[in-house]
């Protein structure tokens, strides 16, 4: 049932004061420098934006490409906010971030925003967004075969403890007869036959990659026909390498599953979308390796009941997150509500997914809004069958739902 109001009060307050990890986010330490993406035109030029700018635009996709990101930027801000509500959720996230840094968006136009954001110094500025968004910490997605990333961490820097990060291996086991040319590159004797000699090479590899990042996990985005068991070279990795190396190291794998890669290349990167998963192949993962652990997240609103059921299921399954089609108010209170119902606290119901730093701010205040009224909703329940909940309870709930159960579930409590 609806929480009344002073139950929804308690509980969006104890929501908000309890500090987010953010488990799956595009941002880098601040020490990568330019790679932490932040600002006003970053926000606007957010892959996002750029398809719903498409909907209006009437010019060649080439021409919007060939434009340098501020131009791009305007155009997106007349199409999207200046010609047209910015009633979207991607769109609206942008209006909350400038009202949370205490901007009037309706005040002034796109030059003075560009003003205020060139006058914020990049450290104080990471600290401010961090801190509006009541977030902890937050965990990168990092990659070996990114070539603007890996010579950071061949070097080496002075790690900020708040940014942590997790091993991304798509090109691994999506494109392996290129991963191995890199693998070769780098010193590992790998010939891109199945075989055991080039599995524990592939092992080695993950093995150092994990050591040099200290990864908390494991991860690989997966498109919607993703099938294990099966004849590819993803499924043999996977299996012979994989897990294996996640066995050793404690180290759980994550799997976003259901992207449909480029379904129009035109827009690049916001070009792909969503298909069906068979999550058969997810089920056959846990039930075979009982002693790995896998995060999982799906792209498509139809999975997500069957990832639901299949947790309850398998104790070494952790489902988190409502993942870019998925990231909207609606289907936020749908997935969070059924995960609540069915898995109790068990679970992550969200990640930010930011891949520009000021998007911490509009995707934790978001989401935030949505899990109080989800978990509300299940205390005025609770209440009505004669369980009163206290604040601390609550408060314990709270803790789990954004990054304790996780860190429980990945043995870092
Ligand atoms: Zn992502």
Redesign the pocket.
């Known amino acids: 049932m609806p929480a009344d109001a002073s139950l929804l009060a308690r509980v969006e307050r104890i929501v908000n004061a309890t500090p987010a990890h953010d488990i799956?986010?595009?941002l880098y330490d601040p020490s990568f420098g330019s790679l932490l993406l932040w600002g006003i035109d970053e926000l606007l030029v957010y892959h996002y934006l750029v398809s719903e700018a498409f909907r209006h635009f009437r010019m060649p996709y080439e021409s919007f490409w060939n434009a340098g990101k501020p131009t791009q930027a305007e155009w997106i801000w007349d199409a999207l906010f200046v010609r047209h509500s910015p009633i979207s959720e991607s769109c609206r996230g942008v209006v909350t971030v400038l009202n949370a840094l205490g901007i009037d968006p309706r005040k002034g136009d796109l030059a003075s925003l560009r003003g205020w954001f060139a006058g914020q110094d990049p450290a104080a500025y990471v600290d401010r967004v961090l801190g509006l968004a009541n977030v902890a910490s937050v965990c990168m997605?990092n990659s070996p075969f990114d070539d603007e990333e890996r010579p950071g961490w061949e070097t080496g820097f002075v790690r900020d403890p708040r940014f942590v990060a997790a091993l991304r291996i798509d090109p691994l086991l999506l494109a392996w007869p290129s991963a191995v040319k890199r693998l070769q590159a780098w010193g590992y004797r790998v010939t891109g036959e199945r075989n055991s000699a080039n599995a524990s090479e592939v092992r080695r590899f993950l093995a150092d990659w994990t050591r040099r990042i200290d990864a908390r996990y494991c991860m690989v985005?997966l498109p919607d026909d993703f099938a294990f068991p099966a004849e590819s070279d993803a499924a043999w990795l996977i299996e012979h390498a994989v897990l294996p190396h996640g066995r050793e190291h404690g180290q759980a794998f994550a799997l976003?599953m259901g992207v449909k890669r480029a379904v129009n290349p035109a827009l690049r990167l916001a070009g792909d979308g969503v298909g069906r998963s068979n999550l058969g192949a997810l089920q056959h993962l846990c039930a075979a390796n009982p002693d790995n652990r896998f995060l999982a997240t799906c792209l498509s609103r139809e999975n997500q009941h069957e990832l639901v059921v299949l947790a309850r299921k398998f104790r070494n399954l952790h489902p988190f997150g409502c993942?870019w089609f998925t990231n909207t108010p609606q289907f936020i209170a749908e997935i969070t509500s059924m995960r609540l119902e069915l898995l109790g606290t068990s679970f992550t119901p969200q990640h930010s997914?930011a891949r520009v730093l000021d998007q911490l701010v509009y995707k934790w205040n978001h989401s935030r809004g949505i899990l109080a009224r989800c978990l509300a909703d299940r205390h005025a329940d609770l209440a009505a069958s004669g369980w009163t909940s206290t604040d601390a309870e609550i408060a314990r709930d709270a803790r789990e739902l954004l990054g304790g159960a996780f860190a429980t579930f990945l043995g870092r409590e």
């Open positions: 799956h986010t595009h997605t985005s976003m993942w997914d």
